[in-house]
């Protein structure tokens, strides 16, 4: 049996690398081969059982190299498991709540509904402000975007484990 997972990401200063390193280790921990990269490090998917794809999310979107990856790779990404994930908004409460019902990139969902990931999560992220540059910080105090790490470890882990169970009932 291939157990081969790709977890592959793009993130801007790691918050959403964190989410896809715990997802890898959740992945491992259910006896699978997660190989977690950035999205530029990837490669083509077709030689994994299986692929979990995120990215950060800024203003309703994905980044850059992760919506390339996705448009690249969605024949690849069509003929095997995939599910997709997204990390963003800061602030106590549902998500997608918070986002005003976004789940995924408006532009990117052709895409997606052709591959049909197996499902699409949405996760709380972080804004650590020693990271952020002048522009960034004025942003985020004009918006009054909550700071700090809202990440959700055990909505995560719960995520990773569904993933490592329909991987292991389709063996």
Do not use: C
Request: hydrophobic content about 45%.
């Amino acid at each position: 049996m291939n157990n081969n997972v790709l977890v592959a990401y793009a993130t801007k200063y790691g918050a959403t690398a964190e989410i896809a390193e715990r997802i890898g280790q959740a992945l491992r921990q259910a006896g699978l081969q997660a190989e977690v990269v950035s999205v530029d490090k990837a490669g083509d998917p077709a030689g994994y059982a299986a692929v979990v794809l995120g990215s950060a999310v800024y203003a309703g979107s994905w980044r850059k190299e992760a919506a390339a990856y996705l448009e690249a790779n969605e024949a690849a990404l069509a003929g095997r498991p995939t599910w997709l994930f997204s990390s963003g908004p800061t602030g106590e409460g549902d998500a997608v709540e918070l986002m005003k019902g976004w789940r995924f990139p408006e532009a990117l969902q052709p895409i997606a509904d052709r591959i049909q990931p197996r499902d699409v999560v949405f996760f709380h992220g972080e804004i650590d402000t020693k990271k952020l540059n002048l522009a960034e910080k004025v942003l985020v105090k004009g918006i009054k975007a909550p700071t700090g790490d809202f990440r959700d470890w055990d909505a995560i882990d719960a995520w990773a484990g569904g993933i490592a169970q329909a991987l292991q009932t389709t063996a």
